[in-house]
């Protein structure tokens, strides 16, 4: 399994950007799926992005399509989430995580390694 970290989050106003990372340990990074959740209070948590080993192939939820984009860095062992146009039911703990398979999976099944998560707050 591979150890994440993400950081990044904080309070915004509706409208605003923020950049999310998520750092990984080891050496292997490039052989995982990555991927972006998010647990909102009283709510599951659900799928929000996800990024293939060598970052061609992308997948989105509906409701970020078009304002959040993934990427990551084989290099620096990162995956990103930016984050635009913020909207106060954006707010949540946001959760990396990581899995091997070559599946975008877009449920929490199958992804083997989380990070702790980063809070996102979004005022209207």
């Known amino acids: 399994q591979v150890q994440l970290v993400e950081s990044g989050g904080g309070l915004v106003q509706a409208g605003g950007s923020l950049r999310l990372s998520c750092a990984a340990s080891?050496?292997?990074?490039?052989?995982?799926?990555m991927g972006w959740f998010r647990q909102a209070p009283g709510k599951e948590r659900e799928f929000v992005a996800a990024?293939?080993?060598?970052?061609?192939?992308?997948s989105y939820a509906a409701s970020v399509k078009g304002r959040f984009t993934i990427s990551r860095d084989n290099a620096k062992n990162t995956v990103y989430l930016q984050i635009n146009s913020l909207q106060p039911e954006d707010t949540a703990v946001y959760y990396c995580a990581a899995r091997t398979g070559g599946v975008l999976a877009t449920t929490t099944l199958g992804w083997g390694s989380w990070g702790q998560g980063t809070q996102v707050t979004v005022s209207s």
């Open positions: 990024i293939s080993e060598s970052g061609l192939r992308t």
């Open positions: 080891g050496r292997t990074f490039s052989r995982y799926v």
